[in-house]
């Protein structure tokens, strides 16, 4: 883990000497030295006491006529002061230009952004058109306060993610580790046990066994170590099938969330759509049961013949329904109206590569034919 | 000699050949044909280095694929010594094909040690001269000569541009001397003719960290082919080597220095700026367009690549808010200073890159992209300034390098923050070190992107450790023992000393009186019955210095005294080479020496102690890591979690390799002998993870002696051997002729065609032995008390 702040202790050079007091770190050896992000200038802290405890007043270095307060006081972070001074104007600019990899077309966007960001960090730290800069950042800042937002959103999670990532995997290992000196104890222990246990076993034995006795103790000692291994291999297969699906579980939830267009500042933002609601689940695709192309079923046709089979109570005794031999008959008289077999069969020597035949096609056509005729 | 291997002619520059060169060349012959990655070992002593060549070479010039050689070795000698191998193989390859064949073999070290021109190479730094050198070479120097202006240029560079550049040295096999001696007679610069020559070479011999470390890598060897054959020797530390080309340590003074680079650089800009604002613009508009491969300057004058590696390098374009060279500046600055304030605590921090980058965040709004892009971009920037006075930036590149590897791999890595150098200093020395744990990443793209890579080494065992933590499958892995004709080595463990205390070095008991005397006695005795030089390891420094002081106390140095010359090594690498210097001496001269030395250090790795200069090895208590370190504390953890190798298993394999390379030291032949001794309670559970050729010869009964037993199986050990012992005996046993080969060749399909019949091999007995073997309890008790109760 990385260490808190606190833990950077601060080690400077016996003879460093505080700019405003001239007091050197030889005769106070507790000297702290803290730096106003205003204008970073390094003082030690009795100074910070002495001067600013009744209020803001100006900064003491000569030349320097900036007002400071005491509370923006902190600990130099890095040594070099202008890395210092860098890295609080990116962490200002950065919480504001926070735009995400996703939301761009294409990769050469995002570097020509990365770069215009840089390009502006620079200047701030330089002081290059520090006015047009800041202007440009308060304009994009004032016209994006949601996807600003949202972006800082993520990134929190994600960080709070990680977090909690390397949190687990540590625990994981910690478990692993004291697995397997477990296991090793165990083993030693085990040796021991059987070592005793032979030994008591050859005391009480008479001389004759004594061979036999430390032949079967080998045995034993070899089946268990060999069962033990068996054993580990399995928990280690185990634990690596959890493992797998542990790291699967925390799924990357990246869901791109910008909303107003890309201001005038950053180009080759993607345009935003918003995604289709998806629509229920068919898991037909599409198809209807008992709806057919060419016909609808009815209830009564017209039969001399089927009439009189209606009202017979011998027939329908047995079960025999009608609308049953109505579908069925239909269902034949149509089946392979759909189907253009001279099509078919021209497509079929184009591509004679696929050499399936179609057997159903070819047959079914003339019972169609036949039966729709009899039908009739 | 010249023989088959299935359908592969292979010539052998000796006569005779050691029966595990032949099995060792059949398994990279077996691994090459199939296409995939091997680790294996074989005695230091046997010659690898010609069987590995002897067998590539042939196989690159029968296939037509001619598949490319990159041989890696550690140190400079070794690859010098490799040249020569070489060299002499190819000799002897065209007496026996009675041509010359279409062969180029090139080495390549550092510019120090190839540069001809006559005031650099004058220079003692390395940094120095590669500086210099390029303030002579760059493309933009050379450029300005022609604009008429008055720079100087080296002679020696300049006039490689004159040659044909395919072809800027002949064909053959330099040595560096070689072509050193080259470059002079025709005063062209060996540094660029053999980087300039690499994509035309056949084989191709370097350092490790020209292949490992990415930093170099993307730059010297990203020109090799696929079926490129990467062999990596004396690779028992490759997992360190990989772990240290990622790993940064970042003090406060390099702090400094960067901030002093940094400003620099703000001025250099300013000037430009004034003078040739035309350059900045020009960069920057490339940096926008992301051309980043339109800017391919000539690649030597690169002075910082990226570290991250190459199939990851990034084709993106620069993000936006470094674009501008003055953006960039600050953002360093700031980045610098921000590493200042965390320099600046007073306890020890570990916390991971995630951890780091969010800290980083949180008070710099420095975001993770426009880090990674550090090292690159200060690259670019470098070019347009034309900067010349290098090495006045190399803290700033650190830093750079850092930014990058932080921000590019979350997994493998560790921020350790140290503010003291040891537990007891009051003044604070801040290091951050930002260690790599994972050894498989800077190999990864070596073992990716060529189809073989062979891994070799005396002491690898045990084997499966690493492709366990390089990550890596191998087609074979295969360990070789040596063939001897007589037992030419004496391993022995010793657990007691004479009085049948036991003896160890761990924590507890390493500085009680009585074990300390009992390391004493082992040593005295030793150098009483040991003919010429002893060499005896200690597991650190520490440990050695408040040893040795109690032995003076003891009046144990006094009574060795009698028998040979101390001599002791340090961490300074110069008094350390006269001891050795010293040490070879009394070795020659007179009664020999004893040289006390550390496992971890100079003397263990790449000093051989053949014949007379080591019959004897001492290896007082086992060599661990000191395991408080907070970096191996880490690795450890990080080997348990995603290598699945225990904490202990592991520092008992990383002592045990460092053991068995000591006690390699003393056997350097076949025709060497020597006692090695292993003096701990401990080894006597360990024994069976030293390398196979070591704990084959280590006898059962010799694994559990007291001193004085010890010191008689040695004395009885040291009689036979100086018996004389004549090249004839060792002949069909441990060297074989042709004659010999066919035998065993003909045996081998024999053997084959039975096995066939039978149905199935049961292949693998072997392995599933050593497997088996691994397990940590102690079985010595049992025969312990079988023994007491047959009494």
């Given at each position: 883990m990385p260490p808190s702040r606190d833990a950077i202790v601060h080690r400077g050079d016996e003879d460093e000497v505080c700019p405003v007091c001239k007091s050197s770190r030889y005769l106070n050896p507790d000297m702290r030295f803290l730096i106003n992000p205003e204008c970073y200038h390094k003082m030690c802290e009795s100074c910070v006491d002495r001067i600013f405890s009744s209020g803001p007043a100006n900064c003491p270095v000569a030349g320097c006529h900036k007002t400071l307060r005491k509370n923006r006081f902190r600990k130099q972070t890095f040594e070099d002061i202008n890395v210092e001074r860098e890295v609080d104007i990116r962490r200002r600019v950065m919480t504001v230009l926070n735009r995400r990899e996703e939301e761009f077309d294409s990769k050469l966007d995002w570097d020509n952004f990365l770069e215009q960001r840089e390009e502006m960090i620079f200047n701030l730290v330089n002081g290059v058109d520090v006015g047009k800069t800041e202007a440009d950042l308060q304009q994009y800042a004032s016209e994006n306060m949601r996807s600003i937002r949202t972006n800082q959103d993520l990134e929190a999670k994600e960080v709070s993610s990680f977090q909690e990532r390397q949190n687990q995997e540590q625990e994981l290992a910690r478990i692993r580790r004291q697995a397997a000196r477990e296991e090793k104890e165990n083993e030693r222990k085990e040796v021991m046990a059987s070592r005793e246990d032979l030994l008591s076993r050859l005391a009480s034995g008479r001389p004759a066994d004594a061979a036999a006795i430390a032949r079967e103790g080998q045995k034993v000692l070899l089946k268990k170590s060999s069962a033990r291994r068996s054993e580990e291999e399995r928990i280690r297969l185990k634990q690596a099938a959890l493992r797998g699906s542990d790291s699967k579980k925390p799924g990357q939830a990246a869901a791109t969330a910008a909303?107003?267009?890309?201001?005038?500042?950053?180009?080759?933002?993607k345009k935003i759509k918003s995604p289709e609601p998806e629509k229920p689940y068919d898991p037909f695709g599409g198809m209807v049961p008992n709806q057919r192309d060419y016909y609808t079923l009815r209830d009564h046709y017209p039969s001399p013949y089927l009439d009189p089979i209606r009202q017979d109570t011998r027939v329908l005794a047995g079960g025999y329904d009608l609308q049953e031999y109505y579908s069925r008959t239909l269902l034949e008289a149509f089946a392979g109206l759909g189907c253009f077999i001279n099509e078919e069969v021209s497509k079929r020597e184009a591509s004679s590569l696929n050499a399936m035949k179609p057997v159903g096609t070819q047959g079914a056509a003339p019972a169609a034919g036949s039966s729709s005729q009899g039908s009739k | 000699m010249k023989f088959f291997i299935d359908d592969l002619p292979v010539l052998f520059p000796y006569p005779r050949i050691y029966p595990e060169q032949y099995a060792y060349m059949c398994g990279l012959k077996k691994t090459l044909d199939s296409g995939g990655h091997c680790v294996l070992e074989m005695p230091s002593g046997t010659g690898k280095t010609v069987t590995l060549l002897s067998l590539i070479v042939a196989y690159q010039m029968h296939y037509p694929t001619h598949r490319k050689l990159i041989y890696c070795s550690r140190t400079m000698s070794e690859i010098e010594k490799a040249l020569a191998e070489l060299k002499e193989l190819m000799k002897y390859r065209t007496q026996q094909l009675g041509y010359t064949e279409d062969f180029r073999a090139l080495g390549l070290t550092s510019r120090k040690n190839l540069c001809l021109h006559p005031s650099v190479k004058r220079e003692k730094s390395g940094t120095v001269v590669d500086a210099r050198c390029r303030s002579l070479t760059a493309g933009f120097v050379k450029e300005k000569k022609e604009r008429g202006e008055d720079v100087d240029l080296c002679v020696y560079h300049e006039n490689l541009d004159l040659l044909q550049p395919t072809n800027l040295v002949p064909r053959g096999v330099f040595t560096l001397d070689g072509l050193l001696n080259y470059g002079e007679q025709h005063k062209q610069c060996p540094y660029f003719s053999a980087r300039r020559m690499m994509p035309f070479c056949n084989v191709i011999i370097y350092s490790y960290h020209y292949l490992l470390d990415p930093k170099i890598a993307e730059r010297v060897s990203k020109e090799f082919s696929r079926d490129s054959i990467v062999v990596f020797d004396e690779a028992h530390n490759i997992d360190n080597v990989c772990i240290e080309s990622l790993s940064i340590d970042i003090s406060e003074d390099s702090l400094r220095k960067a901030t002093r680079g940094a400003n620099n650089l703000e001025r250099k800009i300013q000037e430009v700026k004034s003078s040739d604002a035309d350059k900045l613009n020009n960069e920057y508009m490339k940096l926008v367009e992301g051309l980043r491969e339109a800017e391919q300057a000539r690649e030597e004058d690169q002075f910082i690549s990226n570290p991250v590696l190459p199939d990851d390098l990034l084709k993106e374009a620069v993000p936006g808010n470094i674009r501008r060279a003055e953006h960039f500046v600050a953002f360093l600055k700031r980045f610098i200073e921000y590493l200042k304030t965390r320099m600046k605590v007073t306890h020890t921090i570990s916390e991971t890159p995630l951890s780091f980058l969010s800290h980083v965040k949180e008070l710099t709004y420095i975001e993770r992209k426009p880090l990674r892009f550090c090292a690159e971009r200060l690259t670019s920037l470098v070019r347009t300034l034309e900067l010349i006075n290098i090495e006045d930036y190399q803290p700033l590149q650190e830093v750079a390098t850092f930014a990058t590897l932080v921000s590019t791999y979350d997994k493998g890595f560790l921020l350790i923050l140290e503010p003291f150098e040891s537990e007891a200093a009051t003044v604070p020395n801040p290091i951050l070190h930002f260690t790599c744990l994972d050894a498989a990443i800077a190999i990864k793209p070596v073992i990716e992107r060529f189809s073989s890579v062979v891994i070799t080494s005396g002491t690898l065992s045990p084997l499966e450790m690493y492709p366990k933590m390089l990550g890596f499958e191998t087609a074979m892995q295969e360990s070789y023992s040596m063939t001897l004709a007589r037992r030419s080595f004496l391993p022995m463990i010793v657990t007691r000393g004479s009085d049948q205390a036991q003896i160890s070095s761990?924590?507890?008991?390493?500085?009680d009186p009585g074990v300390v005397r009992n390391y004493g006695n082992i040593l005295l005795e030793f150098s009483r019955i040991t003919p010429d030089g002893i060499v005896v390891f200690f597991p650190s420094y520490l440990y050695m210095e408040s040893i040795i002081s109690m032995w003076q106390g003891m009046g144990i140095l006094d009574s060795i005294w009698n028998y040979k010359l101390i001599l002791v090594e340090t961490p300074d690498a110069q008094e350390s080479s006269l001891a050795l210097e010293t040490y070879r001496t009394a070795c020659c001269n007179g009664r020999g020496a004893i040289l006390l030395c550390v496992a971890r250090g100079k003397v263990s790795e790449g000093i051989d102690f053949d014949h007379h200069y080591g019959r004897a090895v001492l290896c007082i208590g086992v060599p661990f890591q000191y395991t408080e370190s907070r970096i191996l504390k880490a690795r450890l953890e990080f080997l348990r979690e995603n290598?699945?190798?225990r904490e202990n298993d592991f520092l008992s394999f990383d002592a045990m390799r460092h053991a068995a390379q000591c006690l390699g030291r003393v056997l350097r032949g076949k025709d060497d002998y020597g006692v090695m001794v292993l003096a701990d309670r401990r080894f006597q559970k360990k024994r069976n993870q030293l390398p196979k050729w070591i704990s084959q010869a280590l006898l059962e009964s010799e694994t559990n002696l007291s001193t004085d037993m010890a010191v008689a199986t040695a004395k009885n050990f040291l009689r036979t051997m100086a018996q004389p012992f004549k090249a004839k005996d060792q002949e069909g046993i441990s060297t074989w002729s042709l004659a010999d080969l066919e035998r065993h060749r003909q045996k081998q399909t024999q053997e084959e065609g039975r096995v066939r019949q039978e149905g199935h091999v049961n292949g693998n007995a072997a392995n599933g032995a050593r497997n088996g073997a691994g397990?940590?309890?102690?079985?010595g008790i049992d025969e312990d008390l079988m023994m007491l109760d047959a009494q």
């Open positions: 909303e107003e267009s890309g201001s005038g500042l950053i180009k080759g933002l | 761990s924590f507890q008991i390493r500085n290598c699945r190798i397990d940590e309890f102690d079985d």
